[in-house]
């Protein structure tokens, strides 16, 4: 006998369910911690914060950025953002659901998702865009936007700072540096890169 056919909205939960987005971390894309300090003539303190076999690739934006596995073996990690593919969205405006141009061509606008009203116009994100397309299937599939989502728009952003770990003093501090504050960043390993962005407006959700 042949199996009952899944209900239209267990068909939805199933497609959505089996996407992660792309800048998810997985449980296994350990980050490495093997630093040292360097004598480096050209930073500010004539030190930095390096890996010990450094590589030209490790820096951007003047700072150190984590080296992290990007196998996606292990379980999706749903509060972590893999810090190189958020890096990557980020810098592309690529969506952060399925690493496509986030764009709109329509009307030269970003999109963003959130689970709560923002009552500023204009702020700091670390979450990259998520594109129109991949907006119906965020809200099925994440159970806080199921429960309220929030849909706004902007214009391009400009990288502001980093969410990252500062060595400088004492036991390594979690702390957001701004790119200008190139004293800390020299001390710093990125995880995430910040972004600015303004006339933020809010839309009906598609
Ligand atoms: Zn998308």
Redesign the pocket.
């Known amino acids: 006998m042949a199996a009952p056919e899944p209900a239209p909205d267990l068909l939805l939960m199933t497609s959505t369910a089996l996407r992660v987005p792309h800048v998810v971390a997985y449980s296994e894309e350990t980050v490495s911690l093997a630093l040292t300090v360097l004598v480096d003539a050209w930073a500010l303190s004539g030190r930095r914060l390096s890996y010990i076999d450094p590589a030209a690739s490790d820096w951007g934006l003047g700072v150190l950025w984590a080296r992290q596995q990007s196998h996606r073996l292990g379980r999706p990690q749903y509060d972590e953002l893999h810090t190189l593919r958020q890096r990557e969205c980020m810098l592309h405006r690529l969506?952060q659901?399925?690493a496509?141009p986030?764009l709109d061509p329509d009307t030269g606008r970003l999109s963003w998702v959130f689970h709560e009203t923002v009552h500023a116009a204009s702020g700091h994100l670390s979450k990259p865009p998520?594109?129109l397309?991949?907006i119906p299937g965020a809200r099925a599939a994440c159970p806080r936007l199921r429960q309220e989502a929030h849909v706004y728009t902007s214009p391009d952003y400009k990288p502001w700072g980093v969410k990252g770990i500062v060595f400088s003093s004492g036991c390594p501090a979690r702390q957001d540096v701004p790119l200008t504050d190139h004293a800390t960043l020299e001390f710093t390993l990125a995880r995430a890169l910040i972004v600015h962005v303004s006339d933020l407006r809010p839309e009906s959700a598609p």
């Open positions: 969506c659901v399925c496509k986030a998520t594109c397309r991949c």
